[in-house]
T-cell receptor, first 110, second 116 residues
Framework: QKEVEQNSGPLSVPEGAIASLNCTYS??????FFWYRQYSGKSPELIMF????GDKEDGRFTAQLNKASQYVSLLIRDSQPSDSATYLC??????????FGSGTRLQVQP | DAGVIQSPRHEVTEMGQEVTLRCKPI?????LFWYRQTMMRGLELLIY????????DSGMPEDRFSAKMPNASFSTLKIQPSEPRDSAVYFC??????????????FGPGTRLTVL
């Protein structure tokens, strides 16, 4: 059973809208969480990481962590067509290696 | 810094042949990870090293797979003999231990392996 679950999508949003990507995890021992963006044919690129409950903002991106409910989310404000990619959620249970979800494909329509 | 460097970028080989993938981590990073990505199984961890020592190889699918890290700036992943089901994109990533909560991993461009 996959330890990190994501909806595969595609999630389609119009340009300028807020895209909301969600991820749930099963290991309560997970300490930190990461969001990677992967364009087709490219390698994963780190966007944000979060380890405290609540929100963390970086430009148009906001990561949210709720450890009690075991979910992580990524909000992308003012979505642009260049944001169209697959977004991977990953957890670190403290052993340094990351466990990745299968990714959510985001399509931003111009 | 040049980032994580992998070679070759593409490899096409025939079943039964030996394949060697190479990785140079970011200078100063003390963790190195090998991942495999397929449509069916997503991104899977194969093995990772800390200070050149293998820490966890439980993701290595079979004895046909082996990995080494002879020094801090070089690692190899070898498949011998290769099989068509090994076809995938293999990524190398590295990170710097800056505390238990900071584990940002940086990925190389990947090697696309096709086994015919």
């Amino acid at each position: 059973q996959k330890e990190v679950e994501q909806n595969s999508g595609p999630l389609s949003v119009p340009e300028g809208a807020i895209a909301s990507l969600n991820c749930t995890y099963s290991d309560r021992g997970s300490q930190s969480f990461f969001w990677y963006r992967q364009y087709s044919g490219k390698s994963p690129e780190l966007i944000m990481f979060i380890y405290s409950n609540g929100d963390k903002e970086d430009g148009r991106f906001t990561a949210q962590l709720n450890k009690a409910s075991q979910y992580v989310s990524l909000l992308i404000r003012d979505s642009q067509p260049s944001d169209s990619a697959t977004y991977l959620c990953a957890e670190d249970t403290g052993r340094r290696a990351l466990t990745f979800g299968s990714g959510t494909r985001l399509q931003v329509q111009p | 810094d040049a980032g994580v460097i992998q070679s070759p970028r593409h490899e096409v080989t025939e079943m039964g042949q030996e394949v060697t993938l190479r990785c140079k981590p970011i200078s100063g990073h003390d963790y190195l990870f090998w991942y495999r990505q397929t449509m069916m199984r997503g991104l899977e961890l194969l093995i990772y090293f800390n200070n050149n020592v293998p820490i966890d190889d439980s993701g290595m699918p079979e004895d046909r797979f082996s990995a080494k890290m002879p020094n801090a700036s070089f690692s190899t992943l070898k498949i011998q003999p290769s099989e068509p089901r090994d076809s995938a994109v293999y990524f190398c990533a590295s990170s710097l231990a800056r505390g238990t909560l900071h584990n940002e991993q940086f990925f190389g461009p990947g090697t696309r392996l096709t086994v015919l």
